[in-house]
């Protein structure tokens, strides 16, 4: 903050002036005055009584009385054993917001040619099922983890890798083509994703009967399993698959398509998106290849029975299977084989894994790995690790039962907006698309922010009801804030009142006013705080607070009902910028606003 290294600055030279001593500005602590005292910096004085020579007290009372001579910022002071409570003038708040106003990006570093590009891969579905909650949980951290990066001067590529070959595919494939009678998504009018998904649940339910009439017969789960002629049908599947079987891969394909289609739709709902999206089944070969030719160099070694393994017990950790006996690839080597194919598209300076905390030791391994191979973001990647998800005990019921998906909680959330816009009156002066879309941006609002607030290496619960809530830490209250502001603005424009760039910096202003100034100026740093620790989390309850703090000076103070033109002016513009700081949070979060609630 400028008015910060203002003071600063004047303490380094009052300093030399009183104790005649220079200190860098590194050894000047302030910090933001704690509510309970008066003042908006604090100044540390322990670390100049060797120069002083003198009490803490005398020492932080000769330094305010040098600065209350000297530097005009400063307007008043009070001395708190070793702590200087400095209130800073009216007037450099009032140029502190003229500077916020002037920028309509305030807060955001511009990327440029000589930007960094990280790539942030997210979401990660398989092509047999649709997405569910803990994929929200996962494409809302990648996604506004994305526009965080890109706010911190990031080149940025979004993507994602589909998990779209195996074993499971195929018992979905294998399921339509035995009992499917030909049902499309448009025979049935059901989503591609969730039509797949009903056949992969049709497998695992007659899986189970086949295996308990095995199991009737004497023998135990395993065998009952390796046994199954339904499991044997699969794994031939499989095996056709791999061989390049006409028929199969035309299945496989047009299957595949259907739950595209699918995805597309639910992604577009959600509001994430992708530059670039990798397939497993592009990739395992180039995995295969890696592994070779590390086998050649001697990175990895070959056992007996023909197996391929990387040996990291130097590194502390264990050995790890690369290559099965049978050649064919396990998860780690379609890692390896995408990440080749990512960094001859890319030139990447950091690669980000959006990945939850049950794969740790994976990419533990995988950094290791790809180091050795001579990846240059190999040592460097970041395993961008969350915590799970769930619901409160039989808050939702989903089709399957077990799962909750995607699509039926964002379908939940926007209908529950409605309901509560239409009790509350709200939507009373709205034509139906107008209330029918803000419902839309309210309930997925409420979706987002509540598990965006929380830190993501936390396991969390979702508590639907409890997030659609109009007050509290909520995504609808910071819109309703937002809405609220945009509604005095239009009054104001009304009423002809036009909003000046520049204040002037001649009328006093409360403390309230001086500490809304103060939050505004913080979002810059919060902005680099999230980008610096990866998390959403910051932004989202800087917002909050804000908010918050917005709210009580709305209740106290008058706005376009104050008399003095000046100070009417002044608030307008304060409120202004509020919005601007509001609308930018919330868009890193993947949050829309709505102008009018």
Not at 141 to 169: E, M, P, Q, W
Not at 339 to 367: C, T, W
């Amino acid at each position: 903050m400028v008015i910060e290294q203002q003071i600063t600055e004047a303490i380094r030279t009052g300093i030399q002036e009183l104790y005649g001593a220079e200190v860098a500005s590194s050894q000047v602590q302030l910090q933001k005055t704690k509510k309970e005292f008066k003042g908006h910096l604090t100044l540390v004085v322990f670390p100049f009584l060797r120069m002083s020579r003198k009490s803490p007290e005398q020492t932080a009372q000769e330094i305010g009385e040098y600065l209350l001579r000297n530097e005009p910022a400063v307007a008043g002071f009070n001395v708190i054993k070793g702590f200087l409570n400095l209130t800073i003038a009216s007037s450099c708040w009032i140029d502190l917001l003229n500077s916020i106003n002037r920028q309509p990006s305030y807060g955001i570093i511009p990327v440029t040619e000589q930007s960094p590009l990280v790539m942030i891969e997210y979401s990660s579905p398989n092509t047999n099922k649709p997405l569910h909650l803990g994929h929200v949980r996962n494409n809302l951290l990648g996604y506004s983890l994305a526009k965080i990066l890109k706010a911190n001067g990031n080149k940025i590529v979004k993507t994602n890798i589909v998990n779209d070959r195996g074993i499971h595919i195929c018992k979905s494939m294998l399921a339509w083509q035995k009992w499917g009678n030909g049902a499309t998504p448009e025979s049935t009018g059901k989503k591609g994703d969730h039509l797949i998904g009903d056949f992969y649940v049709l497998f695992s339910n007659k899986l189970k009967e086949e295996t308990a009439a095995l199991e009737a017969k004497g023998l135990s789960k395993e065998e009952a399993e390796a046994q199954s002629p339904l499991m044997a049908e699969a794994r031939e599947m499989l095996r056709k698959w791999e061989a390049g079987d006409k028929e199969v891969r035309a299945l496989w394909k047009m299957m595949n398509d259907w739950v595209y289609a699918g995805f597309d739709e639910t992604y577009k709902l959600m509001g994430v998106d992708f530059d670039k999206i990798y397939y497993e089944s592009q990739t395992y070969l180039e995995g295969k290849k890696k592994v070779m030719e590390g086998l050649e160099k001697g990175i990895f070694y070959r056992r007996e029975d023909g197996s391929v393994w990387a040996d990291l017990t130097k590194e502390g950790l264990d050995e790890k299977l690369l290559l099965r006996a049978d050649g064919t690839s396990v998860y780690m080597t379609q890692d390896i084989g995408t990440a080749k194919l990512r960094f001859d598209d890319y030139p990447i300076n950091k690669m980000i894994y959006v990945v939850g905390n049950e794969q740790n030791y994976h990419f533990q391994v995988l950094s290791i790995l790809l180091d050795k191979l001579g990846f240059e973001f190999g040592k460097g990647l970041v395993h961008f690790s969350y915590g799970m998800v769930e619901l409160p005990e039989g808050k939702m019921k989903s089709r399957e039962g077990t799962v909750v998906d995607a699509d039926d909680l964002m379908a939940e959330m926007i209908n529950t907006a409605g309901e509560i816009s239409q009790e509350l009156g709200k939507a009373s002066e709205m034509t139906p698309e107008e209330a029918k879309d803000i419902a839309r941006i309210v309930g997925l609002g409420s979706l987002k922010y509540f598990i965006l607030k929380v830190d993501p290496r936390k396991n969390m619960t979702f508590n639907p009801k409890e997030s659609i809530d109009f007050n509290g830490n909520t995504g609808p209250f910071i819109q309703y804030t937002y809405a609220r502001i945009r509604s005095v603005l239009r009054k104001a424009e009304e009423q002809g009142i036009t909003l000046p760039e520049n204040l002037p910096l001649t009328f006093e202003i409360s403390e309230k006013e001086e500490n809304l100034i103060q939050m505004l100026a913080d979002y810059a740093e919060i902005v680099k705080e999230a980008g610096k620790l990866y998390s959403p989390a910051c932004i989202a309850n800087y917002t909050y607070d804000l908010v918050k703090e917005y709210n009580q000076f709305y209740h106290d103070f008058s706005i376009l009902r104050e008399e003095n033109e000046k100070l009417k002016r002044f608030r307008l513009v304060l409120s202004a910028n509020v919005a601007k700081i509001v609308k930018s949070g919330m868009d890193l979060l993947g949050i829309e606003v709505p102008e009018r609630m």
